[in-house]
């Protein structure tokens, strides 16, 4: 299993600032994911965070809006640039482990946040 | 796009087993199902997950149809603590050796006393 934290837990901002989200892992992960979870919706992958590599973005998210940081193996960085009201949702950390074909995702829980 | 698709909402009475469906019509022969849940202001919880062969842990069993194109999550004694939003979600290749979640709407499930 995996504790992970993220910083902030809430935050209320103002259009056109960036806040930048911080995600703590206990233990050496390879890959991190950054995930959108808009009001009342499911949750959407905005990008896969590797060490020492380029983060990858999924369709509809690109690095100006939602540049990411992986420093190490246990702390990545996202940041959610020149915000507006539709921004406002909660954003999650999450790391995975694989043992064989299984993987499994210990999630974070969570920045929720609301610009206005 | 979403592989599953999964009722809105259900009730279950406190004690009884609560099943919650899932069609994944069009999974591959190699992809897992997993399910994970959310309580409110949480982040998602890992329950289970299966390929062909039906699971069981020590919070829910998962039984999946010979053609896989549904699953069914069964928590057998649902408790008030259970209530939350229920995700049904298909793992998929993503280039190389890598894997995505792809994430159902969820079923939001209530437990009633």
Known sequence: ?116 | DAKTTQPTSMDCAEGRAANLPCNHSTISGNEYVYWYRQIHSQGPQYIIHGLKNNETNEMASLIITEDRKSSTLILPHATLRDTAVYYCIVRVRNGGSNYQLIWGAGTKLIIKP
């Open chain 1, 1 to 116: 299993s995996a504790v992970i934290s993220q910083k902030p837990s809430r935050d209320i901002c103002q259009r056109g600032t960036s806040l930048t989200i911080q995600c703590q892992v206990d233990s050496q992960v390879t890959m991190m994911f950054w995930y959108r979870q808009q009001p009342g919706q499911s949750l959407t992958l905005i990008a896969t965070a590797n060490q020492g590599s380029e983060a990858t973005y999924e369709s509809g998210f690109v690095i100006d809006k939602f540049p990411i940081s992986r420093p190490n193996l246990t702390f990545s960085t996202l940041t959610v640039s020149n915000m507006s009201p539709e921004d406002s949702s909660i954003y999650l950390c999450s790391v995975e482990y694989r043992l064989g074909l299984n993987t499994e995702a210990f999630f974070g829980q969570g920045t929720r946040l609301t610009v206005v």
